[in-house]
């Protein structure tokens, strides 16, 4: 049975979606950087298009122009990007979850489909690695970061080596460079005063000659200096920064999880309640399965549209994932959605599959 049919036979509708995307969606959502990754074209009236570089986007703005409440998806096709050392169209199949009011019995549901799909397609020894922005950031409030450094650590969560990175800034003791700015300049940055900081940047722009448009306009630049000056007064004692890595270094078995975050709360003082239980919820929904299963607490995915669980699932000593998924309750509001609906869902990598599984 093909992967697609595997999915209709859960109760899954099939979209018919273009090849031929409005590119706006993916670039609002996903963030310029996907510019550089994806196979741009423009229409005469200056409309841009892409190749379709996935599904989800494109099924969640079939389900707001259908304007249906709740509804189960599969796909199956070619997407486009452009990868380094590896082929430029490669075949995606997937499942969408949009509407279901009960997170937790969706996001069980959709990994247990997941490993269902995978199982029919002959794949075996499976393996599931979860991780949670969620969890981290309830870590992140009951550890009493600074709103600031919050902002910059959750955008950042799933990137190790840019967390490690924001945590020695945290850390460090290095001075502000307000010192090289003008005395006006600098008592508005210490007021926080964005109106009077975008003037007086506004005058120093025009005696120098410089255009107060086509590049940084003078409120961007008081923005980000305010956010600088946010970001340089708030530094990281060392118990805290201890507890962050204490949380990130965590990786276990999904049924040692409860107990791991109740050794860890009990260490730092602090309380996590929504991390145990969440992580219990999906122990018991996930106990039956046969797949080996781990959570990570610094696993996540760097879209701004993910709001909680993410997961992988890996065949035998494969070291690259065959499916990936999670929760992005935010991506249809982001499309234009005026309520927010709930949202989980998975893409696997069919070409890595074995055998004619398509």
Not at 70 to 78: E, H, L, M, T
Not at 190 to 218: D, F, H, K
């Amino acid at each position: 049975m093909t992967i697609l049919k595997t999915l209709e036979a859960t109760g899954c509708m099939v979209p018919n979606i273009d090849l031929l995307q409005p590119a706006d969606p993916f670039l609002d959502t996903t963030g310029e950087d996907l510019r550089r990754r994806i196979f741009m074209t423009q229409e005469n009236s200056g409309k841009q298009f892409c190749l379709r570089p996935e599904f989800t986007i494109p099924v969640c703005l079939r389900h707001l122009e259908k304007g249906w409440i709740k509804a189960r998806y599969a796909y199956s096709g070619k997407v486009f990007r452009q990868r380094e050392g590896d082929s430029q169209e490669f075949t995606q199949a997937g499942f969408e979850n949009l509407g279901s009011d009960n997170a937790n019995d969706a996001d069980i549901d959709c990994i247990k489909t997941a490993l269902h799909v995978l199982e029919q397609a002959g794949q075996k020894d499976l393996s599931l690695v979860l991780g949670d922005q969620a969890i981290f950031v309830s870590a992140l409030e009951a550890l009493r970061i600074p709103q600031a450094w919050r902002k910059k650590l959750i955008r950042a969560f799933g990137d190790d080596a840019m967390i490690n990175q924001y945590l020695d800034q945290m850390s460090s003791s290095e001075t502000s460079a307000a010192n090289s700015f003008s005395d006006e300049i600098k008592s508005a940055l210490e007021a926080r005063n964005l109106e009077t900081l975008t003037l007086a940047i506004e005058g120093e722009m025009l005696e120098q000659g410089l255009p107060l448009t086509g590049g940084r306009t003078p409120d961007a630049i008081a923005e980000r200096l305010i956010e600088k000056a946010e970001l340089a007064s708030e530094k990281l004692d060392a118990n805290k920064r201890a507890a962050l890595e204490d949380f990130l270094a965590i990786d276990v078995d999904l049924k040692d999880a409860c107990d791991t975050i109740e050794a860890f709360e009990n260490k730092h003082g602090i309380m996590l309640p929504l991390a145990r239980d969440e992580l219990y919820a999906r122990h018991e929904g996930l106990k039956d399965s046969t797949a080996t299963m781990r959570y990570r607490a610094s696993f996540g995915r760097r879209l701004d549209y993910y709001t909680g669980f993410v997961f992988e699932v890996y065949a035998q000593d494969k070291t690259y994932p065959l499916v990936g998924g999670g929760r992005y309750d935010r991506l249809l509001t982001l499309l234009g959605s005026p309520q927010e609906i709930p949202a989980v869902g998975f893409a696997i990598w069919v070409d890595r599959l074995e055998g004619d599984v398509k």
